[in-house]
């Protein structure tokens, strides 16, 4: 016996008291309407199940534009007008320092900037011309392409756009959710249904989203924005790999053409590239597969926190084979077919110069300067496209535009006159790849300015580079994307060259614009098989004013120290840190 049991006690109650430990939390619902109920667990979730973004509208034309802004409500105007493609826009006057330190009320002015939604970048002249008047008469000539295939137009009074709806819709045109936590604007390959090595036409599927879909009050509360992508042509030209749905057009061995499926992907402070969800989705049940992932990032998306609401968040916790489970299980009932993945692009995606259609005639991309455009100049290309024969157009998922239906003897004349309104066919490689947000000069999210910088950095490599361009060591393509702040609308981490908008310290101690430098990214293309994320340098900064002089120095020290063969991705990813200053 031990000497506890012989004094009457248990080995048990001898034994030393352990403090209890403290019972776990329980985890924070991520608000999961399938899981966690619908009950809002933040203020906007609470104002979006109040009253839907899409019931707005009445209000802007029988209040709002009749009373002026100082009678518009506060969470409408920050919030349900994203539902009809309306933000305020910045002050002018407020510098990038301030971006962070004032209040929303504090850095927006009494303006509106309207995205005009274009499914599938798809415009007839006549569409064109009148935006370019809207934009003319409503906006002060203010109009820029985007990198998602809308038109963005600014200086919008809110007292003008029932009108400007009025014209828009006579026409086949609108703003409905072109903003907000709804399914966005549908990218569409520019040359669908016209080129010669086409694997399916997007086009009917696209117009069947847009009818079905879009405006739909059961689709119009969704965790946070939602962005598609689909393309049938090899060229893969509608940054799929960045979109929260998208379709690539593939052969299937034994079901013929039809389209590859990704999901999950976006970029902003949490970059994160969509991942194949392995399936082969056949063109008659396109439609309801879209449905189906809308309706789980509906249902299943994290609600509490919107930092964390993208679909990205929930693909990463869940994975390629969950996400494929739920969306056949619960969402269509039925198995999709194994499918195989696209092959590397053969052709770049922005296509841009001259290339001949399947029915003889001919299409020409051109790029402006990073989207920049006006009014003016869109109601003279209309007038111009028409006087040549051609009647549509499209927007691009770069910034660029594509003329389709041009005769061969009226391609030369076209592209002469092309040029001369700033539409290049036969651009820089410089003109070619920069795209750049929309900056400090409407934005309120905006640290530095975009648009401007990019046309100066444009002029200036033209000119500095010129003796690489004319005996042919310069890249051929080369991508250069300018942001305003670090939410990556120029998708920074996808290019050659990204450019992250921030305030860098001066050694007088007064802060200066300038950016964080991403290199090697780039989407899947001619030249990279898969898509990457680019490479960070620790304290690789450059201010706004030096920009040309380091990308300059950065393309020469990679034309002279780069392999033979290597790309200046592969090379930014692999070189000396010492290399890359």
Known sequence: MTDTALAGVSAEQAAPKRAARPSRPAAKPHGQWKVDGTTPLNANETWKQEDNGLNVRERIESVYSKHGFDSIDGTDLHGRFRWWGLYTQRKPGIDGGKTATLEPHELEDKYFMLRVRIDGGALTTEQLRVIGEISHEFARDSADLTDRQNVQLHWIRVEDV????????????????????????????????????????????????????????????????????????????????????????????????????????????????????????????????????????????????????????????????????????????????????????????????????????????????????????????????????????????HQKLVVLDVAKDQVEPLVAELDALGLSARPSVFRRGTIACTGIEFCKLAIVETKVTAATAIAELERRLADLADSGQLPQALSL?????????????????????????????????????????????????????GRTVRGLKVT??????????????????????????????????????
């Open 544 to 581: 706004v004013e030096d920009l040309p002089d380091y990308v300059e120095r950065v393309v020469r020290t990679f034309v002279a120290e780069g392999a033979e063969g290597q790309t200046f991705a592969e090379w930014a990813h692999t070189a000396d840190e010492g290399l890359l200053q």
């Open 162 to 397: 029932p009108e400007i709806w009025r014209r828009l819709e006579a026409i086949g045109l609108s703003t409905t959710e072109a903003c907000g936590d709804v399914p966005r604007v549908i990218l569409g390959s520019p040359v669908a249904g016209i080129a010669k090595d086409e694997i399916i036409d997007p086009t009917p599927l696209i117009h069947e989203l847009s009818e079905r879909f879009i405006g739909d009050p059961e689709l119009a509360n969704l965790p946070r924005k939602y962005k598609t992508a689909i393309t049938g042509h090899p060229s893969q030209d509608v940054v799929h790999e960045i979109n929260d749905f998208a379709l690539v057009g593939v052969v299937h061995p034994e079901l013929g053409a039809g389209y590859d499926l990704w999901v999950g992907g976006g970029l902003s402070t949490n970059p994160r590239l969509a991942e194949r969800l392995g399936v082969f989705v056949s063109p008659e049940i396109a439609a309801e597969v879209w449905l189906g992932v809308t309706s789980i990032f509906r249902d299943y998306g994290y609600r509490r926190m919107r930092t964390k609401a993208r679909l990205k968040f929930l693909m990463n916790d869940w994975g390629p084979a969950k996400f494929r489970q739920i969306l056949e299980d619960e969402y269509l009932g039925q198995k999709l077919p194994d499918g195989p993945a696209a092959p590397k692009p053969t052709a770049p995606g922005d296509h841009i110069g001259i290339h001949e259609q399947k029915d003889g005639k001919f299409f020409i991309g051109v790029t402006p300067t990073v989207g920049r455009v006006s009014g003016s100049i869109l109601v003279k290309l209309a007038e111009t496209l028409e006087a040549h024969g051609s009647y549509r157009l499209r927007t691009t998922p």
């Open 481 to 533: 994307h300018i942001n305003g702040c670090p939410n990556s609308c120029a998708r920074i981490q996808t290019a050659d060259i990204g450019l992250k908008g921030m305030m860098l310290p001066t050694p007088d101690g007064d802060p200066t614009p300038g950016f964080q430098v991403h290199l090697g990214g780039g989407l899947a293309n001619t030249e990279r098989e898969e898509a990457g994320l």
